[in-house]
């Protein structure tokens, strides 16, 4: 399977405190993508990364990207109650332009 | 502003009654997807248009069609709907730039939930 693998599954912090959220993948990436579900809502775009980046921020979110081990990372500093969400991350591979394929993501819960 | 609607967010049908989900864009994207999503999965794509050029996810079932009208428009068709088709229905656009449009951030509507009685 091409598809994004995103650990863990379920993570559960405090306000204030960081949350780290992981992806792996499988076969070379164009691209990967990472985006947040809120609820019963689609999904909204946070950051793209290209093969050839190592690190982007955003804000309070900053993604890494590790080609040699095929995973990246997003990190949530100063988490707040409204980061309470689904986070998946979305690898566009060489071979299928146009398309990305989403992991099952990962359940952040932020307690106030 | 511009954004992706879905219509209706809530659709319940009958057990083999024909369906049919709407999305519209104001963003002139010439992409557009769409996919299923079940309950803490992946969304699962199930095809996408490329202007009027139409792709078909091979494991997509012949149970689910599309048409695009025009840049705006995108149906889902779900012909004979079964238990297991209930789910979260994602529409998605984005703007196209070449042959790895990929590169580009998808912008999704809300949703559709489908529930089939």
């Known amino acids: 399977s091409q598809q994004g693998e995103e650990d863990p599954q379920a993570l559960s912090i405090q306000e204030g405190e960081n949350a780290t959220m992981n992806c792996s993948y499988k076969t070379s990436i164009n691209n990967l993508q990472w985006y947040r579900q809120n609820s019963g809502r689609g999904l909204v775009h946070l950051i793209l990364i290209r093969s050839n980046e190592r690190e982007k921020h955003s804000g309070r979110l900053r993604v890494t990207l590790d080609t040699s081990k095929k995973s990246s990372s997003l990190l949530i500093t100063a988490s707040r109650a409204a980061d309470t969400a689904s986070y998946f991350c979305a690898t566009a591979f060489n071979t299928n332009a146009g398309k990305s394929t989403f992991g099952d993501g990962t359940t952040l819960t932020v307690k106030p | 502003d511009a954004m992706v609607i879905q219509n209706p967010r809530y659709q319940v049908t009958q057990f083999g009654k024909p369906v049919t989900l709407s999305c519209s864009q104001t963003l002139n994207h010439n992409v557009m997807y769409w996919y299923q999503q079940k309950s803490s999965q992946a969304p699962k794509l199930l095809f996408h248009?490329?202007?009027?050029?139409?792709?078909n996810e091979a494991d997509t079932p012949d149970n689910f069609q599309s048409r695009r009208p025009n840049t705006s428009f995108c149906f889902l068709d779900i012909r004979s709907p079964g238990l297991g088709d209930a789910a979260m229905y994602l529409c998605?656009?984005?703007?196209?730039?070449?042959?790895?449009?990929?590169?580009?951030?998808?912008?999704f509507g809300d949703g559709t939930r489908l529930s089939i009685l």
């Open positions: 998605a656009t984005s703007r196209g730039a070449g042959d790895l449009y990929s590169n580009q951030p998808q912008h």
């Open positions: 248009y490329y202007d009027k050029d139409f792709n």
